[in-house]
Every structure is written in C-alpha cells, then in structure tokens.
C-alpha cells in the first residue's frame, strides 16, 4: 500500500504588505498503517495548503513531503495520486463524461476499462443521468459529485480529498460517506480526508488528527476504536467517540479563546 508522509512541514504565504504569514507550524504525519487519515481543522488553518503541498500543487518552504509506494522509489513507482479539490475545479468545456475520461487518460487507464468505470462512479455520485450534461449547467452541490467521481474513478492509491461533501444535503452526503467509505476499504487507498465537520471525522477517520488555528500544528490524534463497518451515526459508541472528538476541537478552542 502506498502511503504519506509529512514531515516538518512549514509553509508561508505573502501578506499584502508584503510580510510573511506562517501557515503551516513543523506539521509531522503519515498515513503508513491508516486508511482514512482525517485532518479535522477550523477554517483557514492550512488544511487545503496541506494538501496542495502533498500533491505537489504548493511548495513547502522547509520540511518534505513524500507519497511513497510499496514498489520502490524510482518516479516510473510513484503512487496514483487522486486530488477532490475543496473548488472542483471542472474543466467548463467539457462534459461530465469527458472531465472524467480526461482524469482516466491522463492516468493512463486502459481504454478498454473506461466505459464500466464511467458508469460505475456516475452511478455511485448519482449523476448518470447528467453524464453528457456541461458543468455551467449543473448545481454547485452535482458539480461537487462530479469532482468527487472524477477522484474516485482513477482508482487512485493515494486519494485526497478536501471537504467533499460540503455542498451536499444531508441525506445525499450522508450517502456519498458511506460508499466512499466502502470504496477506500475496497481499494486500500491510503486517504487524506480534509473537513472541520466532527462527526463526518468520526465516521470517515480511522485517525484523526486534529489541527489547530492558522498556523495549523498538530495538538491531538485520535483513533478511531471503531472499524469503519461498525460506524453507525445512532449508535452509542458512536456518539461516544464524537464526543470525545468533539470535546478535543473545544478545549482547543477554549485555548485559542485566552487573550495574550
Ligand atoms: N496562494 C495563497 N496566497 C496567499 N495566501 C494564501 C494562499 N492560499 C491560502 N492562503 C492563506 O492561507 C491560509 C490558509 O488557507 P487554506 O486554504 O489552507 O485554509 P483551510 O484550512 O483550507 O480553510 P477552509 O476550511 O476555509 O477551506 C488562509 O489565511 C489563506 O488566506
Ligand atoms: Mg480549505
């Protein structure tokens, strides 16, 4: 299986003025022995440059960052990497089939394995029916299933994924979990899952990790005791183990909340 690894990641950005902001604070992870790693975080900590920086988008200005594949180092080795972006990110002139089989191609996926994947992940997404449909022409909660499919669809060995269910109803979301869930448990992709939602870290982590306010450093890692097949939202331990997530993103609020 092929995995992630961060180390000391630290990431600036250009302010206005021209003085630097620190983003990213020496962030140290891998996802070696977990298939869903969940980076649970407030909004604007670092959690989308996090994983620019993994995918190779962003470039860190100290630390490393390596996707790393069972079958050696050399770059012909290097892992499938699959990115659904936090902004789809759709190309507007093409249709949803065509954004898909573009991923397919330029992963060089046989041919000849294209048409069952396409029908595969539309139906998983629920958007068959849109399959010849243009993105300007969709819902912003359907292009974000288009984009999520377009993720899925290569079948990546390493899939990372930036709140991909945001948009969502809750019924659809709550759908789209699950079968993500089967689907990484399926493949044994090594998954980074970005959200600053509790209970969709609950569900979908088998690790939490959890990021404080810009910069994002590391102040707690949670495991999940319960396997993804016994993760239901109504069961007691369950709930128990939300809480317990829950109650970590509020102490640190407190934290954040002390004036200085
Ligand atoms: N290219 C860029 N240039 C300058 N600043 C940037 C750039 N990209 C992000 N930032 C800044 O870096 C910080 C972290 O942004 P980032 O998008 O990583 O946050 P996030 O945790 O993903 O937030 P959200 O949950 O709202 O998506 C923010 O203050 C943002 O304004
Ligand atoms: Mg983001």
């Known amino acids: 299986?092929?995995?992630?690894?961060?180390?000391?990641?630290?990431?600036?950005?250009?302010?206005?003025?021209?003085?630097?902001?620190?983003?990213?604070?020496?962030?140290?992870f891998d996802t070696k022995e977990f298939g869903i790693t969940c980076l649970l975080g407030p909004s604007g900590c670092g959690k989308s440059t996090l994983l620019n920086a993994i995918s190779g988008l962003e470039r860190l200005d100290q630390g490393r960052v390596e996707v790393i594949s069972n079958h050696g180092s050399a770059p012909s080795h290097s892992p499938r990497l699959g990115y659904?972006?936090?902004?789809?990110?759709?190309?507007?002139?093409?249709?949803?089939?065509?954004?898909?089989?573009?991923?397919l191609k330029g992963m060089s996926i046989p041919h000849a394995e294209w048409s069952d994947r396409l029908r595969k992940y539309l139906e998983i997404v629920g958007l068959s029916e849109f399959r010849n449909q243009f993105p300007l022409y969709l819902s912003g909660g359907m292009r974000q299933r288009v984009g999520l499919a377009r993720g899925l669809v290569i079948e990546p060995e390493v899939l990372l994924m930036d709140e991909p269910f945001s948009k969502l109803d809750q019924l659809t979301a709550r759908?789209?979990?699950?079968?993500?869930?089967?689907?990484?448990?399926?493949?044994?992709?090594?998954?980074?899952?970005?959200?600053?939602?509790?209970?969709?870290?609950?569900y979908m982590g088998d690790r939490i990790i959890i990021l404080c306010a810009r910069p994002a450093g590391i102040v707690d890692i949670l495991e999940n005791p319960l396997p993804p097949g016994a993760r239901d939202v109504d069961d007691l331990q369950f709930i128990a183990f939300k809480k317990r997530l829950l109650q970590s993103v509020l102490k640190l609020m407190e934290k954040d909340e002390v004036p200085s």
Not at 85 to 103: C, G, I, M
Request: hydrophobic share 40%; glycine share 2%; net charge negative.
């Open 1 to 28: 299986m092929a995995y992630v690894q961060v180390e000391n990641a630290v990431k600036y950005f250009s302010r206005e003025d021209g003085t630097d902001m620190l983003v990213l604070d020496r962030v140290s």
């Open 84 to 103: 659904v972006f936090q902004d789809p990110r759709l190309l507007h002139w093409k249709s949803v089939e065509e954004n898909l089989t573009f991923a």
């Open 175 to 202: 759908r789209l979990r699950e079968e993500t869930l089967r689907i990484c448990e399926h493949l044994k992709q090594s998954t980074v899952l970005v959200t600053h939602d509790v209970e969709e870290a609950a």
